[in-house]
């Protein structure tokens, strides 16, 4: 299987996607002076790095709070299929599932590790019978976050990942 290579970045690009992931709504205008180049040229830089597949896509973060979704509930899964048939079923139930926000395959004791948002503990009962109605599960367990310490949607952009 032949590896992918990461894109060749260099500081001008990191100072955009820095700057872009900080607020992406700015001016190109703006932008490009923030990053000390010409319009254009920010412009042109922007386009190649979603052309890269780098920016994926330009999005607005909204407040959970504010959307009465204040509960962030952490489900390990683990399951005893491990088989294609049963892989595509639980990804074709937690995409009909709009509260499951992340899912992550997992190495260890954990094979599923979910990140929910809804808005009470009512809410994620309801979305708990739906996992289950939908998928075979062997245990399903839920921990409930007390308090959000860190909260960043921005990638670090690593000076190993960039060229001079």
């Known amino acids: ?9 260099d500081r001008q690009d990191s100072r955009i996607l820095a700057a872009l992931q ?6 190109i205008a703006e932008l490009a002076e923030t990053v000390g180049l010409s319009t254009n040229a920010c412009w042109r830089r922007i386009k ?7 920016i994926r ?3 607005a973060l909204l407040d959970p709070e504010k959307l ?6 952490f489900v390990s899964v683990r399951t005893n299929e491990h088989n294609d048939a049963w892989l595509q079923q639980f990804d074709a139930a937690v995409a009909q599932i709009p509260e499951v926000v992340e899912l992550y395959r997992m190495s260890g004791d954990i094979d ?31 921990s409930f976050a007390m308090e959000q310490m860190k909260y960043t ?8 990942t960039l060229r001079d």
């Open 112 to 142: 599923y590790l979910m990140k929910i948002v809804v808005a009470d503990i009512a809410h994620y009962d309801r979305v708990y019978k739906r996992l289950i109605k939908a998928v075979r599960l062997t245990d399903v367990s839920s």
């Open 48 to 54: 190649r790095l979603e052309e890269l597949g780098v």
């Open 153 to 160: 949607t921005a990638l670090p952009v690593l000076d190993s």
């Open 1 to 9: 299987m032949e590896k992918k290579s990461s894109p060749e970045l």
């Open 22 to 27: 900080a607020d992406s709504s700015q001016a």
């Open 57 to 59: 896509g330009r999005v």
């Open 68 to 73: 009465r979704l204040g509960v962030t509930v």
